[in-house]
Nanobody
């Protein structure tokens, strides 16, 4: 089992930045960030390998968001720059015990945090 807890969400104007954090009870899992707008499917935002050397992103956030992790602190981060109103969503961190390939498919992630709300106003 892995416990995950997000923080850092809030309200920001378009063009601004936010940094989300995810505290994890274990640092030996591949991890990722997802987001969901009420009534819509969950969207994969970014993923990161166990050691942090491999990262991958959803097309809508490439070049604006950066995922990272600090295994010594058991933390994962999502730096979000140039935010747009369409980035407004509940953001979740997730972990998966098996990571044979790079994936932002939510069904491949076993463990989830409670989420943190990000609201971007125009």
């Amino acid at each position: 089992q892995v416990q995950l807890a997000e923080s850092g969400g809030g309200s920001v104007q378009a063009g601004g930045s936010l940094r989300l954090s995810c505290a994890t009870s274990k640092s030996t899992y591949c991890m990722g960030w997802f987001r969901q707008v009420s009534g819509k499917e969950r969207e994969g935002v970014a993923g990161i390998s166990i050691a942090g050397g491999i990262t991958f992103y959803g097309d809508s956030v490439k070049g604006r968001f950066t995922i990272s992790r600090d295994n010594a602190k058991k933390m994962m981060y999502l730096q979000m720059n140039s935010l747009k109103p369409e980035d407004t969503a509940m953001y979740y961190c997730a972990a998966r015990s098996s990571c044979p390939r790079f994936s932002l498919d939510e069904h491949e992630y076993n463990f989830w945090g409670q989420g943190t709300q990000v609201t971007v106003s125009s």
